[in-house]
């Protein structure tokens, strides 16, 4: 089994950054795509970015384009998401996942492991 575990959460004021971090190992880690996904209470899992096998595509949703960017340190073995100018309406749980295909999706249906996910609140 693939285990994925997600770092980098916290409490933040708005305007602030916070860059969260995935780690895993294995093959389907290495060599499929990666997505960051969050969830807020009451709501759907909402994608947020993707990334390829190889870190040279990537993806976004329109919500955070701008704003979020991942990346894929293949030295590490991580995939990253650095968050900018955060606002109350991103505090939700942030989770990474390791996609079945090479590239990544926005559906998460296409993802077939999953981290424990890690809390981000950002306060007014």
């Known amino acids: 089994q693939v285990t994925l575990v997600e770092s980098g959460g916290g409490l933040v004021q708005a305007g602030t950054s916070l860059r969260l971090s995935c780690v895993s190992s294995g093959r389907t880690f290495s060599n499929n795509g990666v997505g960051w996904f969050r969830q807020a209470p009451g709501k759907e899992r909402e994608f947020l970015a993707g990334?390829?096998?190889?870190?040279?595509?990537?993806i976004y949703a329109d919500s955070v384009k701008g704003r979020f960017t991942i990346s894929r340190d293949r030295v590490k073995n991580t995939v990253s998401l650095q968050m900018t100018n955060l606002e109350p309406e991103d505090t939700a749980v942030y989770y990474c996942a390791a996609a079945l295909r090479a590239s990544s999706s926005r559906a998460t249906t296409d993802y077939r492991y999953w981290g424990q996910g890690t809390q981000v609140t950002v306060s007014s």
């Open positions: 990334v390829n096998w190889n870190g040279g595509d990537k």
